[in-house]
């Protein structure tokens, strides 16, 4: 492999990293929020609102509805709006975010929902509110299930990352569209799709690794 | 007021402060298109420091009913009075308040299983805003009046279910409740794990004056720790009384199906006509009651099944005996038996007496 290659293919590592890492961070920022909102306002949840829940609701299946390469078309306007530009890593973290929060939202939700109901009757029934009840008693009792959605969100995440190198963005993603695809280097493509399948083991690895060092219940 | 009335015609209700009140409790849930009424005008009065125990068969509304107290379900009509508060008319930080002097514990336990022992104990004080260092040490002393002060430091999948029962004991003590809930509290754990919770649970009454509401479907958990009893069948309390007299003269068919020693046995609809179920108190149990009775009625019986319990502190026992058919020998064992003062009841008589109407509500 030629230096050059080499180096091109360590700088699409570094700016999928980024574009995934920081896309996942701000993506979780929103879609916890959210993903609490849909649980707690739920008609069995702790608070239960039918207004607000099938508002947020409708907002997170519509955004998650819309395949990511249109969304990410779509949105170029909000995009140049918000980083002032379409092309590069940095503008892919946008449409990333808008594709990703409403996942994370619904992944949030699910896990929350895993909670034993009988952990929240007893948190009820020693006079907890709601905020103490979500922030001392579901979440932290969620958290395993919440690491292990983070993993599944941040290979899903790069899954979306690579496909915006069809359109300008950066990564590996980017290298395999442009030498594999349009120049026909099949070795390069290969090499990014190798390098996809490893980093997608260590994120879900490494979540796994990191439940199972914290969850209290496997002890 | 009717519940007044009760409460003096009643010498055991007049002399204790009333802690609990439920007045004409009646709870309806819609899971379909029909309604289901799990409690139906259910009153009951709990005085301060009793260990009160509410026995029925699943699905006699007994849950329910203990989880309109704190109101976790909240009743569909009555009224809830803990220590003079109606708690239905509370708003939703004063129910919140209400309920940190209701302790709670459960049949699964129910501890954060993310959070170690002390700081599972630790959570009430935290919501209540407890500073760091007086929680610390209340969290020290609870696990201490549990005796688990060893596994402050373990996590709930570490221990056994006995130890975890203490721990949401220790928890639930925490922010110093007059009153604990205890919603089938014994029914996951084994029998000599069963008896030492209950005694732990009377030590707590005894040692902090707490009053304990004990929902069951096992007898043997009334008999070891409750003075009183309500018996439901059908979401209604059908018989209540001393837990000594529901258990020697048991009135509702509910009741005698609880208490009676074996199921195959006892005196159902189906019962054989010549049994006689004895039940004995204090002295008598250790009598030789049977080879006197032999030897004075000149008749053979045969123990169909016997047991005997320590209730309150006194021995009781029960046991279900077959006669001859010889109509004469019957009676001289009867007689025998009203002679000695032992309380027995008659399978025959025991099929077709029909609940009677005890319930007061």
Request: proline letters at 5%; glycine letters at 8%.
């Given at each position: 492999m030629s230096p050059e290659l080499a180096n091109l293919i360590l700088t699409g590592v570094g700016e999928t990293l980024y574009m995934v890492i920081v896309s996942t961070l701000v993506a979780y920022l929103l879609g916890v929020p959210l993903g609490v909102i849909l649980y707690v306002t739920?008609?069995?949840?702790?608070h239960p609102n039918r207004l607000v829940n099938l508002t947020v609701g409708i907002v997170v299946n519509v955004l998650r509805s819309i395949p990511f390469l249109i969304l990410l078309v779509m949105i170029l306007p909000f995009t140049r709006l918000v980083v002032?530009?379409?092309?590069?890593s940095t503008a892919t973290i946008v449409p990333l975010v808008v594709a990703a929060a409403p996942y994370v939202a619904r992944m949030v939700e699910s896990s929350l929902k895993e909670v034993d109901a009988g952990v929240l009757e007893a948190a009820r029934a020693m006079g907890s509110s709601v905020l103490q009840m979500i922030v001392r008693v579901v979440l932290p009792e969620a958290r395993p299930s919440l690491l292990l959605g983070a993993a599944i969100s941040l290979a899903t995440i790069l899954g979306y990352s690579a496909m915006a190198g069809f359109v300008g963005g950066g990564g590996l993603g980017a290298i395999a569209v442009n030498y594999?695809?349009?120049?026909?280097?099949l070795d390069v493509m290969l090499i990014t799709v190798v390098l996809l399948v490893i980093i997608v083991q260590i994120f879900q690895e490494g979540g796994l690794a990191l439940v199972r060092k914290t969850d209290k219940r496997l002890r | 007021m009717r519940y007044q009335q009760l409460a003096t015609d009643r010498p055991q209700f007049r002399k204790a402060r009333l802690v609990i009140e439920l007045r004409h409790i009646e709870k309806t849930f819609r899971p379909g298109k029909e309604t289901v009424t799990a409690v139906k005008d259910v009153s009951l009065v709990i005085g301060d420091g009793e260990i009160f125990g509410i026995i029925g068969f699943s699905g006699a509304g007994k849950s329910t009913l203990v989880r309109c107290i704190n109101l976790l379900e909240r009743p569909t009509s009555g009224e809830v009075i803990i220590d003079g508060t109606?708690?239905?008319?509370?708003s939703a930080k004063e129910l919140r308040a209400a309920r940190k002097r209701i302790g709670m514990i459960f049949q699964q336990f129910?501890?954060?299983?993310?959070?170690?022992v002390a700081a599972n104990v630790r959570y009430p004080l935290e919501i209540e805003g407890t500073p760091k260092a007086e929680a610390a040490r209340r969290v020290t002393e609870l696990l201490r009046l549990v005796e688990?002060?060893?596994?402050?430091?373990?996590?709930?999948?570490?221990?056994s279910g006995g130890q975890k029962q203490r721990v949401a004991i220790a928890r639930a003590l925490a922010s110093n409740p007059s009153i604990i809930l205890c919603d089938?509290?014994?029914?996951?754990?084994?029998p000599l794990t069963t008896h030492s919770i209950l005694e732990l649970l009377r030590k707590l009454n005894q040692q902090l004056g707490v009053t304990i509401v004990v929902i069951t479907h096992e007898m043997r958990v009334i008999e070891q720790i409750c003075s009183k009893v309500a018996v439901m069948s059908d979401g209604q309390v059908v018989e209540r009384g001393s837990v000594r007299d529901v258990f020697l003269r048991p009135q509702s068919e509910t009741a005698r199906r609880l208490i009676h020693p074996t199921p195959q046995t006892g005196?159902?609809?189906?019962?054989?006509?010549?049994t006689l179920r004895l039940a004995f108190t204090g002295?008598?149990?250790?009598?030789?009651v049977i080879s006197d009775l032999t030897v004075q009625c000149n008749a053979m019986v045969s123990i169909l099944s016997a047991n005997t319990e320590n209730i309150g502190g006194r021995p009781f026992g029960q046991m279900l005996i077959e006669m001859p058919d010889d109509k004469a020998a019957q009676r001289r064992i009867c007689d025998y038996l009203d002679a000695r003062g032992i309380v027995y009841e008659r399978g025959d008589e025991g099929s077709d007496r029909m609940p009677s109407p005890v319930d007061e509500a």
């Open positions: 739920d008609s069995k949840g702790i002032g530009t379409t092309i590069g594999g695809y349009y120049r026909y280097q | 109606d708690l239905t008319k509370l129910n501890l954060f299983s993310q959070r170690s688990l002060e060893d596994k402050a430091d373990a996590y709930p999948a570490q221990l089938e509290a014994t029914s996951a754990l084994d005196l159902s609809a189906a019962a054989p006509v010549n002295e008598e149990s250790g009598a030789p």
